[in-house]
């Protein structure tokens, strides 16, 4: 355990890997390695980019990791992706749109499968951050499967949200959900060339001024940016636009270690502990063939699931 520690931090691309891989596994040997990881990790920024699926976010990514190599910086990029219901992983396959980067030593880039969790960030996510953080990566760009009302978890991973959107998808004003608004720190309008470009900008902006007793206590005021990042236009802007969320942030919070506060730790630790938890009782029920039996009862039409939840789970809990 102590030699993969030492390559992470020295930032073996092999041993991050095969971490990476083992920690979307569910191996149960990462959590010592993960917990020996924690101290060094708190010296990245995070990225977080959302958005419906369509709108450009790995064409973006890809450009975003041009313009902050030029700058000398090293970057991790997490593609989270649909979970193939065959292999169990990602399907998506945004790498692709990325390779040229591959042979790049400053960049690191690994698809993670949804597992099935809404929120396009998984716990398998936020521990792959903790590595490549600990690994010495200057940035962490995290993209995530899609938007909806549910899709904000990404917030709670990332200094500064990028949402993506794009003109022409129905109805703006209910594609943009209050959720999204609330977390979105920047808005991007991507393939702005198309027609509604305009409006789509007009609606967004119409909503964040809907809240503007927030913003005149001094919070942070989203922009709202367009870009064609297929001919890499706007995404210069768009640096710049993190730049200045990364100070505003650093002035307000005088650190960027935001996950030492004990609003986000607390939310970390519970969705942790549901994790465990589950991970935990699932694997008892099934050992056991509690499991199955009750599967087969409900099959039946003998058992309703209800009971069987409550016949399987509260014995456990010990009340």
């Not at 809240?211 to 005149?216: H, I, L, N, S």
Request: net charge negative; aromatic share 4%.
């Amino acid at each position: 355990m102590n030699e993969v520690v030492e390559k992470v931090i020295a930032g073996d691309i092999r041993t991050v890997a095969r971490l990476i891989r083992d920690i979307d596994d569910r191996m149960p040997h990462v959590r010592s390695i993960l917990k020996a990881l924690y101290p060094h990790t708190g010296r990245a920024y995070v990225i977080g980019i959302t958005g419906a699926p369509g709108v450009g976010k790995s064409t973006l990514v890809d450009r975003m990791i041009s313009y902050l190599r030029q700058r000398g910086k090293t970057v991790g990029v997490l593609a989270v992706d649909p979970t193939s219901p065959f292999s169990g992983g990602a399907i998506l396959g945004d790498r692709v749109r990325m390779q040229r980067h591959s042979m790049d030593k400053g960049v690191f880039i690994r698809s993670l499968a949804t597992r099935g969790h809404f929120g396009g960030v998984t716990q398998s996510t936020r521990s792959a951050i903790d590595v490549l953080d600990a690994m010495g990566k200057d940035y962490i760009i995290v993209e995530t499967v899609g938007v909806g009302q549910d899709e904000v978890d990404v917030v709670k991973s990332a200094h500064t949200t990028v949402i993506v959107v794009i003109p022409g998808m129905g109805d703006d004003i209910q594609a943009i959900k209050a959720g999204i608004l609330e977390v979105g720190d920047i808005f991007l309008i991507n393939k702005a060339d198309r027609d509604g470009s305009d409006k789509t900008m007009t609606d967004l902006r119409l909503m964040i001024d809907m809240d503007q007793k927030k913003f005149a206590e001094g919070r942070w005021k989203p922009p709202i940016l367009k870009a064609q990042a297929v001919f890499d236009e706007g995404v210069a802007e768009l640096i710049e636009a993190i730049d200045r969320h990364r100070a505003y942030i650093e002035e307000t919070c005088g650190t960027l270690r935001f996950r030492q506060q004990r609003g986000r730790v607390r939310e970390e630790l519970v969705q942790m502990i549901k994790d465990r938890l589950v991970e935990e009782m699932i694997g008892r029920l099934i050992a056991s063939g509690e499991f199955d039996q009750a599967v087969d009862l409900i099959a039946d039409g003998s058992l309703d699931p209800y009971s069987a939840c409550d016949d399987l789970v509260l014995p456990h809990l010990q009340i």
